[in-house]
């Protein structure tokens, strides 16, 4: 089992930053790779951004490419999630996400196994 804990969340203004973390515990030497999701209201879950645990091979949404910049610290078993220029249709509970198995060449929702209770990112225009 892996443990994720994020923290960082809270309002901003439109074009401002944030920065958020994901601490994670338990059996972390399994990781193959950790990544963020988010859910605005009445819409589905959608992946922002990723990292493979050991290269640090890095995946971004089109909507977030050149504003969001996901890093690793492996020596804390953390992943940050840093935000800038944001705008209003970032507005979501922001959700970290880690996966166990190489395999998957997609990274959607099915090659994360473990996931974090999320934290809100409120955007006001």
């Known amino acids: 089992q892996v443990q994720l804990v994020e923290s960082g969340g809270g309002l901003v203004q439109a074009g401002g930053s944030l920065r958020l973390s994901c601490a994670a515990s338990?059996?972390?030497?399994?990781?193959?790779?950790m990544g963020w999701f988010r859910q605005a209201p009445g819409k589905e879950r959608e992946f922002v951004a990723g990292?493979?645990?050991?290269?640090?091979?890095?995946k971004y949404a089109d909507s977030v490419k050149g504003r969001f910049t996901i890093s690793r610290d492996n020596a804390k078993n953390t992943v940050f999630l840093q935000m800038n220029s944001l705008r209003p249709e970032d507005t979501a509970v922001y959700y970290c996400?880690?996966?166990?198995?190489?395999?998957?060449?997609?990274?959607?929702?099915?090659?994360?196994?473990?996931w974090g209770q999320g934290t809100q990112v409120t955007v006001s225009s």
């Open positions: 338990g059996r972390t030497f399994s990781m193959y790779r």
């Open positions: 990292i493979t645990w050991g290269a640090g091979i890095v």
């Open positions: 996400a880690a996966g166990i198995n190489s395999y998957w060449t997609s990274w959607g929702s099915v090659a994360f196994d473990y």
